[in-house]
């Protein structure tokens, strides 16, 4: 959407170059006062489903809810409204969508999610487009995360391990800068990262339950990787142009492949970059 509006906004300025000549154009629509609504849902019975679709603005999310879900949704465009649909366990919580009768002025846009989810056992799913997010995952019972967003700055932790077993942690980026803080809390099997350019930190993080496995997919980028002292580690980089640095102590290479020896659970990761730098650090 946020999209959409940027090129909507380019296009009229090319024509209007091209031609040479005044353009009339359509009228602004001015945002209007804040509006907060409550956004708040119980727990249904069964397997639980939650769906959090969002465009353009912030959105913040944690844990310490009684509730499914709870919050507050603030905005000065009428319609992003959001809506909330259940039907038997699934729950889908939707920004409205805005309908552009004008050019507004983006900077005075407001579009603000703070929300709280519950500790029931649920599969999350995260849409966003161009935006700001600050997720805690910390504690929640998590059986599959999958997050998917445009042009993003997210900042996402999990501050507490995760009582569930996490099936598939799916994350899928545009050019963005997102950090993941304390991985290892998850309780992932399987993690799935795929991103465009962009800076990325993957911190491992926390205490590792079971031994996972990480796919990497990326672009032209910067990519972390923190990896705790003693935790037995596999990292393998599939890349023509990109620069790979480790730690002298603790960690030894042989080919593209990356090794640090430890005890407990293990966790291997599978790089795939076009090119860019990965740095494993501590």
């Not at 009684?66 to 959001?82: C, H, Q, S």
């Not at 366990?89 to 846009?109: A, E, S």
């Not at 800068?177 to 990262?193: D, K, Q, R, S, Y």
């Not at 031994?211 to 980089?237: C, F, H, Q, W, Y």
Request: glycine share 12%; proline share 5%.
């Amino acid at each position: 959407m946020y999209n959409k509006i940027m090129l909507a906004i380019f296009a009229l300025a090319l024509t209007t170059l091209a031609c040479g000549f005044q353009t009339n154009l359509p009228r602004v629509k001015t945002p209007g006062p804040d509006v907060t609504d409550q956004i708040s849902v119980d727990a249904p019975s069964g397997d639980i489903n939650l769906t959090l679709s969002f465009g353009a603005g912030k959105l913040n999310l944690a844990p310490g809810s009684k509730k499914l879900i709870e919050g507050t949704a603030t905005y000065n465009i009428p319609d992003f409204k959001p809506e909330i649909k259940t039907t038997g366990g699934n729950v889908h919580i939707t920004q409205g969508d805005y309908q552009m009768t004008g050019f507004p002025d983006l900077k005075d846009i407001k579009n603000e999610w703070n929300l709280k989810l519950g500790t029931a056992p649920m599969n999350l799913t995260m849409k966003a487009g161009a935006y700001k997010g600050q997720y805690d995952f910390g504690g929640l019972s998590l059986t599959n995360l999958t997050v998917s967003d445009g042009a993003a700055e997210v900042t996402a932790d999990f501050s507490a391990p995760n009582p569930e077993k996490l099936n598939v942690l799916s994350y899928k980026t545009g050019a963005s800068n997102v950090t993941l803080n304390n991985l290892g809390n998850a309780n992932f099997a399987t993690m799935v990262f795929e991103s465009g350019a962009g800076n990325y930190k993957l911190d491992f993080g926390g205490k590792f339950q079971r031994d996972g496995s990480v796919n990497v997919r990326s672009g032209m980028s910067n990519l972390t990787l923190v990896i705790p002292e003693g935790l037995a580690t596999t990292v393998k980089v599939s890349s023509g142009l990109s620069n790979v640095q480790f730690p002298a102590s603790g960690w030894s290479q042989n080919g593209d492949t990356y090794t640090q020896k430890g005890s407990g659970p293990s966790l291997t990761i599978i790089i795939e970059m076009g090119a860019g730098n990965v740095q494993i650090s501590q």
